[in-house]
């Protein structure tokens, strides 16, 4: 067990913005988020890609070798959770998906301002223990 856990950020944001920051992060609505990115040398996924992602990848590779593909195919083609995870993005820190609590903090403490504005409606931290992560239910594994 390590003695610190590392950590993600992630935001959600309103419909009218998901595909601006999917497609074009230099429209000037969503100037506040890229500045940040920039700021954290940091890049943006939306959920929903990074698990279209996953099950390309998995689908290439042999689905046997990854072991969320069921659970990540339901997700992304059912209508609802693909509207879900199309409005919820992830953070990257200098290409890393979880990193050191510190730089957690501060893009989090970056960002905490911006919701309410208009493009971000919430912001979340969440740490790699396994003990506060769902698990994909057994048939879906």
């Keep these: 067990m390590p003695d610190e856990w590392e950590y993600q950020v992630r935001i959600n944001v309103s419909d009218d913005y998901a595909e601006i920051l999917r497609r074009d992060l230099g429209d000037p609505a969503v100037k506040p988020v890229a500045d940040i990115l920039s700021k954290h040398r940091a890049t943006l996924k939306s959920q929903f890609d990074a698990f279209a992602d996953y099950v390309l990848e998995a689908e290439k590779h042999g689905v046997e070798h990854y072991p969320l593909y069921k659970w990540t195919k339901v997700t992304i083609e ?23 609590k510190a730089e957690a903090d501060a893009l989090e403490a970056d960002l905490l301002p911006l919701v309410g504005g208009g493009v971000i409606t919430k912001v979340s931290k969440h740490d790699t223990n ?12």
């Design 78 to 100: 059912d209508p609802v959770k693909k509207a879900k995870h199309l409005k919820s993005f992830t953070f990257y820190v200098e290409g890393k998906e979880v990193y050191a």
């Design 130 to 141: 396994p003990a506060n992560n769902p698990q994909a239910p057994a048939h879906l594994r």
